[in-house]
C-alpha cells in the first residue's frame, strides 16, 4: 500500500504544478479581443473599399490611354455598340486597327466583378466611362459612388 500512497501523492504534487486558465480569463481575453476589432474592423474595411474605388480610377485611366491609341490609328473613337471591346478585338470593316490595345486581350471587369459602362459621345467629353460602384446601379453615396473617367463625379465616392 505504501507503494499506491506515494504514486497518488506523486500524481497530486504533479497536478498543482499545473495550472490551466479559469473562465473569467478567457472570457476577459475574449473581450479585449472584441473591443480591439471593434475598434480595428471599420478602419480596415474603409481601407479595402478605398483600395476597390482607387483600382477602378485606375483602370479608367488604363482605357483611356487605349481609347487614345485607337483614336490615332483609326481616326475615331469606338462608338457606344462597340464598346470597350474595340480595344481588344478588331471591330469589323476597320482597316486600321493595330491592337489589341489591351493587356491580355480582353476587357477587364471593374473591382466589383462588373462590367464598365461605355459611351460615346459622352456627357463629358468624346466618350465616357464609367464604373457604377459597390452596388453596380446609377448613383449612390460613398463606395456605392459611380465613377467617371475625367469629371467631378468620381470625386464623390470618398
Not at 483614336?71 to 491592337?99: C, I, K, M
Not at 457604377?132 to 473617367?149: H, K, W
Request: glycine share 12%.
Amino acid at each position: 500500500m505504501s507503494s499506491n500512497v506515494q504514486a497518488q501523492r506523486v500524481r497530486r504534487s504533479g497536478r498543482e504544478n499545473e495550472r490551466g486558465f479559469t473562465l473569467v480569463e478567457m472570457l476577459v481575453v475574449i473581450t479585449i479581443i472584441g473591443l480591439i476589432m471593434g475598434l480595428i474592423g471599420p478602419r480596415v474595411l474603409n481601407y479595402l473599399s478605398e483600395s476597390k474605388t482607387k483600382a477602378a480610377r485606375i483602370q479608367l485611366q488604363s482605357f483611356s490611354a487605349a481609347l487614345d491609341l485607337f483614336y490615332l490609328d483609326v481616326g475615331r473613337y469606338p462608338s457606344t455598340s462597340e464598346g470597350l471591346a474595340a480595344l481588344a478585338q478588331r471591330p469589323p470593316g476597320l482597316g486600321t486597327w493595330n491592337g489589341p490595345y489591351l493587356k491580355g486581350g480582353a476587357v477587364p471587369k471593374d473591382p466589383w466583378n462588373t462590367a464598365y459602362v461605355y459611351r460615346a459621345p459622352g456627357d463629358h467629353g468624346p466618350f465616357d466611362i464609367l464604373s457604377y460602384g459597390a452596388d453596380g446601379q446609377e448613383g449612390g453615396s460613398g463606395t456605392a459612388a459611380d465613377i467617371v473617367l475625367g469629371t467631378q463625379t468620381s470625386a464623390r465616392s470618398e
